[in-house]
Nanobody
Framework: QVRLVESGGGSVQPGGSLRLSCAAA????????MAWYREAPEKKRELVAS???????VYKDSVKGRFTISRDNPENTVYLEMSNLEPEDTAVYYC?????????WGQGTQVTVSS
């Protein structure tokens, strides 16, 4: 059974940093693409960053240079390092993977950026 558990969210001031973690289980993590999405109030869920099994990364334009996605295959964990956070980054952040033609999501972790 695929399971994704996010952690690391919280409240920070503009310019602050957070590190999100997603612990994965129930599938072959090392060969799987992983991604982080976010959903702000009254907005659609959007892709923030993704990482392939080989370490190739893609980022949403507005987070380039501020966010870094990485993975630890022995630990079955994907990370999202976020720096220079802006109020517009406030959202629930979700970990995602596709397995067997179906998308799986974690429960989400809240990130709030406010002064």
């Amino acid at each position: 059974q695929v399971r994704l558990v996010e952690s690391g969210g919280g409240s920070v001031q503009p310019g602050g940093s957070l590190r999100l973690s997603c612990a994965a289980a129930g599938f072959i993590f090392s060969t799987s693409m992983m991604a982080w999405y976010r959903e702000a109030p009254e907005k659609k869920r959007e892709l923030v960053a993704s990482i392939t099994s080989g370490g190739g990364t893609v980022y949403k334009d507005s987070v380039k240079g501020r966010f870094t996605i990485s993975r630890d295959n022995p630990e079955n964990t994907v990370y999202l390092e976020m720096s220079n956070l802006e109020p517009e980054d406030t959202a629930v952040y979700y970990c995602n993977t596709w397995q067997g033609g179906r998308g799986y999501w974690g429960q989400g972790t809240q990130v709030t950026v406010s002064s």
